[in-house]
């Protein structure tokens, strides 16, 4: 699986941005796809996940919820998280990631700033 990822920038305090993930190659038993945020001097953390076998349950991690909103286009193979109301503690390098049967998958990340 490769995961190309995208849509990191600039942003003011209160903006919003919309990353998107696109998965390629081998895509058959997929079973979750998620973000990931890692800020400098901390561990990586998770955003929100959605799981793409059934249903396309959700999960937020609090510091985002009713903010963040991940969602999926099954066409497109692509995973977006849409960020809203953004704030400076939400700089981080944002990563994607995709759970194959057993084994992760990491796509290259993407940076987003928010600052005034």
């Known amino acids: 699986v490769q995961l190309q990822a995208s849509g990191g920038g600039l942003v003011q305090p209160g903006g919003s941005l919309r990353l998107s993930c696109a998965a390629s190659g081998r895509l058959a038993g997929i079973k979750t796809m998620g973000w990931y945020r890692q800020a400098p001097e901390k561990q990586r953390e998770l955003v929100a996940n959605i799981i793409v076998i059934s249903g396309g349950d959700t999960y937020y991690a609090d510091s985002v919820k009713g903010r963040f909103s991940v969602s999926r286009d099954k066409a497109k193979n692509t995973v977006y998280l849409q960020m809203n109301s953004l704030k400076p503690q939400d700089t981080a390098v944002y990563y994607c990631?995709?759970?194959?049967?057993?084994?992760?998958?990491w796509g290259q990340g993407t940076q987003v700033t928010v600052s005034s």
């Open positions: 990631k995709s759970r194959r049967w057993a084994a992760n998958y």
